[in-house]
C-alpha cells in the first residue's frame, strides 16, 4: 500500500448490521467487513441486543476490515463512528458490568407508561398551559410544549421503565455508580477503555445522538433539569454532549496493537445527511433503510411541531449548531424482511418487476405499522395488515400494495413537513438499502411531485461519517470538495400522467391508516 495515501475507516453500527469500510480520501472503498447484529425479543414487545456480543462484532468487523484492505491499524490516518440513534444501555462505571442488554429503539416495553403520560392531567396542563403562552407570545419553543407528547421511540420513557423495574440499576444510580450511554456513548467508553473495563475514561455523547432521548432540549443544548427532576433520572449518570468535531480521543491500542485517531462520532441519519451533502438550509433527504427516517436542513434555528414531526440536532460543528426537522416511519425495510420471511416474495431484486406486472393493487391496501403509526397518524397502537382483500386479489396485487405502503408513509412525512414549516423543495434525496427499488423511488417522485435522486452510492451513512472525519482531520479542506465526491446513481421524475392518481391513493391510504388506528387496546405494563 502507498504510505502516503490518508485511509479513514468508516464504522456504522445499524439496527440489524455492524459494518466497516476502509476509505481514501478519494472515497475508493479498500477493504470492508459486515456482520449480522442478533436482536433478541424476550417477551413480546421488548428488542434487545447483547451487548458482549456486539461489542465482539465492532472489533471483529474493524480488525476483518484492514485485514480485507491488507492495512495495519497504524495505517489508519482515523476513523469515524456513526450509530443508530435511540438505542441505549446502563452500566457499572467500577466494574463495566451492563445492568441490563442494549434496548433499541424498536421497543416498546414502555408502552404503558407512553401512554398514561400521555393521557396524565399533568401532560394535559402542560398542554394547555403552552398553548395559550404560544397564543400570546408566538414562541416557537412553546408550540413544542402545545403539541408534547412522549414517543416509544425516545430513550426517556425506556430508561424510567428499567429504573423502575431492574432493582440493581435504581441502586447503582442512586449510589452514582451507575452510567447511561446511548448507543455511541457506550461505544466510545467501550473503544477507549480497550480490554480494561475498569479503566475510567471520559462519558460523552454527541450533540446528534442525545438529541432523541426527550431529557435533551435542543433549545438550550443542555438536560432538562425539569424533565429529570420530575422522572427521578440522575443527571451524574448522564454523558456531557459534545459536538462532532469534539476531540474524541483514541482506541485504545489493546484492541488493534495501535491507537486509532477518532475523528468524529455522530448519529447514523446525520452522517446520512452529510453523505448526502445536505448541508445547507432546505436542503433534503429520506433513508429508506429498517425505517424510513425524512430529515430537511432547517439551519442554525430550532422549530417546533405540531403536527408530529419534530426538532432534532443535526450536528455541531465550529462553534455552530445545525437542526433538522424530522420524521419517521418505523417500518421500511422492516417491511420487506417479513414479505421474505413469508414467503410473499422470494427475492428482493424482483418485487419491482411483480409490482409492475399489474397496473394497481386492485383496491388492496397495506399498512406497514408493525410498530405503530408515526406522522401524521401520530397512533402506537395501531394494526399492520392488508384492507380491502377479495377473490380477485393476487400475489402481485399484495407486493405491489406493500411497496405502495411504503412510497406512501414517505410521502406523508414530506407534506407534514410543509404544512410545520416554510421551507420548500426542489428535489427530494434518497438512500438506504430500499432505496435501491426503483418502484418505491418513482412512486414517491409521482406522489410529491419532485424529482427524487438516488445517490450512487447506497451507504449515505458510512460516507457521511468518513467526509465528516475528513473534514475534522483537515484530509478535505472544505464542504466544496465533499460535493464534488457525491454523486447521483438516478433521478426519478413525476410522470404526469400518474400524478393525479397517485394523490388519490395516498388519500385513500390516509383513510385505511385512521381504520387500523387504535387497535391494540393494552400495553406491556409498568
Known amino acids: 500500500m502507498n504510505s502516503a495515501t490518508k485511509y479513514i475507516a468508516g464504522l456504522d453500527i445499524g439496527t440489524t448490521s455492524v459494518r466497516c469500510f476502509i476509505y481514501d480520501a478519494k472515497t475508493q472503498i479498500h477493504g470492508r467487513s459486515s456482520r449480522h447484529i442478533n436482536l433478541l425479543y424476550p417477551q413480546p414487545g421488548y428488542v434487545e441486543i447483547n451487548p458482549t456480543e456486539l461489542f465482539e462484532s465492532v472489533v471483529a468487523v ?11 491499524a497504524a495505517d489508519l490516518t482515523c476513523i469515524g463512528i456513526s450509530t443508530q440513534r435511540s438505542s441505549f444501555i446502563t452500566w457499572n462505571r467500577h466494574t463495566g458490568k ?3 442488554n442494549m434496548i433499541t429503539w424498536k421497543d416498546l416495553r414502555a408502552d404503558a407508561l407512553v401512554r398514561k403520560w400521555n393521557s396524565s392531567y399533568f401532560m394535559k396542563t402542560i398542554n394547555t398551559v403552552a398553548s395559550g403562552l404560544y397564543f400570546v407570545t408566538r414562541h416557537p419553543r412553546l408550540l413544542a410544549g402545545k403539541a408534547l407528547r412522549f414517543m416509544n421511540t425516545q430513550v426517556v420513557t425506556r430508561l424510567v421503565w428499567c429504573i423502575r423495574n431492574i432493582k440493581e440499576l435504581e441502586d447503582g444510580m442512586n449510589k452514582g455508580d451507575a452510567l447511561f450511554g446511548t448507543l455511541d456513548s457506550w461505544l ?8 480494561d473495563v475498569s479503566k475510567q475514561v471520559d462519558h460523552i455523547s454527541d450533540f446528534s445522538s442525545i438529541t432523541t432521548t426527550a431529557f435533551f432540549d435542543p433549545f438550550t443544548m443542555s438536560y432538562s433539569k425539569p424533565v429529570l427532576k420530575i422522572l427521578n433520572i440522575s443527571e451524574a449518570m448522564l454523558p456531557t454532549p459534545v459536538p462532532n468535531n469534539y476531540d474524541f480521543g483514541y482506541i485504545d491500542s489493546s484492541l488493534f496493537g495501535h491507537e486509532i485517531k477518532i475523528a468524529t462520532s455522530i448519529s447514523d441519519q446525520s452522517g446520512s445527511m452529510i453523505g448526502q451533502c445536505c448541508l445547507n438550509r432546505g436542503d433534503v433527504k429520506i433513508t429508506l433503510g429498517t425505517g424510513a427516517f425524512f430529515n430537511a436542513n432547517y439551519g442554525d434555528k430550532c422549530s417546533a411541531s405540531a403536527y408530529g414531526m419534530y426538532p432534532v ?8 449548531v445545525t437542526y433538522f426537522i424530522e420524521g419517521a416511519s418505523n417500518d421500511c425495510g422492516t417491511v420487506i424482511e417479513w414479505a421474505l420471511s413469508t414467503g410473499l416474495i422470494d427475492d428482493v431484486k424482483t418485487s419491482s418487476d411483480i409490482a409492475e406486472s399489474v397496473p394497481d393493487t386492485d383496491g388492496v391496501y397495506f399498512m406497514n405499522a408493525f410498530t405503530g403509526l408515526g406522522a401524521p397518524f401520530m397512533d402506537g397502537r395501531a394494526a399492520c395488515g392488508f384492507i380491502g382483500l377479495k377473490p380477485s386479489t393476487t400475489k402481485a396485487h399484495m407486493v405491489r400494495a406493500l411497496l405502495e405502503s411504503i412510497a406512501y408513509r414517505a410521502a406523508l412525512l414530506y407534506y407534514c413537513c410543509l404544512e410545520e414549516t416554510s421551507l420548500r423543495f426542489t428535489a427530494l434525496r434518497v438512500d438506504g438499502g430500499v432505496s435501491r427499488n426503483n418502484f418505491v423511488c418513482q412512486m414517491i417522485a409521482d406522489l410529491i411531485r419532485l424529482n427524487v435522486e438516488r445517490a450512487a452510492n447506497p451507504e449515505m451513512t458510512m460516507l457521511g461519517t468518513v467526509f465528516l472525519a475528513g ?15 457525491n454523486k447521483i446513481d438516478v433521478t426519478f421524475k413525476p410522470r404526469p400522467e400518474f400524478v393525479k392518481k397517485a394523490a388519490a391513493g395516498l388519500a385513500q391510504f390516509r383513510e385505511a391508516g385512521k381504520r387500523f388506528g387504535n387497535w391494540y387496546k393494552e400495553g406491556n405494563s409498568s
Not at 313 to 320: A, N, S
Open 313 to 320: 440536532v443535526g450536528w455541531g460543528l465550529e462553534d455552530k
Open 188 to 195: 466510545l467508553y467501550r473503544l477507549k477503555q480497550g480490554t
Open 98 to 100: 451492563p445492568y441490563h
Open 62 to 72: 474493524i480488525k476483518e476490515a484492514l485485514e480485507d484492505a491488507d492495512l495495519s
Open 471 to 485: 473534514l475534522n482531520e483537515g484530509i478535505y479542506k472544505n464542504k466544496e470538495e465533499l460535493h464534488q465526491l
